[in-house]
């Protein structure tokens, strides 16, 4: 019994030194691709006209498809933990939008919510996506959206969480600092505005272990002046005056459509949702209660399990 004791205490040992030695990006590297796995993810990448786009695909290509897009300063791991819980049902399948994570990124290209679209729209033609539901958070909710009502024929069902767009919502805490000529809290230039980034997207943050936190923080602070561009496109299209706003584009959207929204959201109020229920009659709408702006990585399981239920009720 002592020989074992300290067998598995020479193991541990040595699984810290390994751990303390290893560098942080080494250790995040590893740990995201463990993710991945879990999630029975793999990475791959396709050109489209303007350059290369990364990706995450389940690996059952013959169950219906779930295309997911991310919010503003995010990447397509942002879905990877609730996929999980989704993969063994849809051919799930998350990019990083041009202009973030590893995809093309140029500050002399455009990132219009539309440009956006045709960039997604050609990614779906390029790995060969005929028919799918399509979901989307913050920014990413609202390139869904467009989408949606620009490929009719593509789209089975439209999933909005968080979503930008809904001009005649409350201000949130984001939209108030941003009225006040406050410096935007979404663009980290320094390791404490990531911290303090975390604490505005988040109602109960997700444990981050150091090194993880140290490289996404990096990351952030690597893309801080292409992430301020695109952040001043969106703010042009933040007018009542604006043709992409969800009250306008949804108004004869006739596919099911899935609102979910956390109750403690800072970036975006949440009562956006019941707004979006008044324009679009047959829509679903489910106000997550204590939860922030990103309830697939904050309530992964919970958030995946109400998209299983509305796709059922609709199938």
């Known amino acids: 019994m002592e020989i074992l004791f300290y067998i598995l205490s020479m193991i541990l040992l040595l699984m810290l030194i390994i751990y303390l030695i290893t560098p942080s990006d080494k250790l995040f590297e590893f740990s995201l691709n463990l993710e991945r796995s879990l999630a029975h993810l793999n990475l791959k990448t396709v050109s489209i006209t303007e350059g290369e786009i990364s990706y995450l695909e389940s690996k059952n290509k013959n169950l219906p498809t779930l295309v997911l897009l991310h919010g503003f300063g995010a990447n397509k791991d942002n879905w990877t933990r609730m996929s999980k819980y989704l993969s063994n049902k849809y051919h799930v399948i998350a990019l990083d939008l041009p202009g973030f994570g590893e995809s093309f990124k140029s500050p002399k290209l455009e990132y219009g919510i539309l440009t956006q679209v045709a960039r997604v729209n050609e990614f779906a033609k390029a790995i ?33 969480l968080n979503t930008l767009g809904v001009i005649s919502a409350p201000l949130s805490e984001m939209a108030k600092m941003i009225k006040n000529n406050q410096p935007p809290i979404l663009i980290a230039k320094n390791a404490k505005d990531f911290d303090e980034l975390l604490g505005f997207l988040f109602h109960k943050k997700p444990f981050l272990p150091k090194f993880a936190k140290d490289v996404l923080a990096k990351e952030a602070i690597s893309n801080a002046e292409n992430n301020s561009k695109i952040f001043q496109e969106l703010l ?80």
């Open 236 to 315: 042009t299209i933040n007018t009542e005056t604006s043709t992409i706003n969800l009250e306008k584009i949804l108004i004869n959207f006739t596919k099911p459509l899935l609102v979910t929204w956390g109750d403690k959201d800072r970036v975006l109020h949440y009562k956006a949702a019941g707004i979006l229920a008044t324009i679009v009659p047959q829509a679903q709408i489910n106000v997550m209660t204590d939860i922030g702006h990103l309830p697939m990585l904050e309530a992964p399981k919970q958030t995946a399990n109400e998209f299983l239920e509305f796709d059922r009720i609709n199938h």
């Open 128 to 160: 060969k996506m005929k028919k799918f539901h399509i979901a989307g958070n913050s920014m990413g909710g609202l390139i869904a959206a467009n989408y949606a009502v620009t490929y009719p024929s593509e789209v089975k069902s439209l999933w909005l």
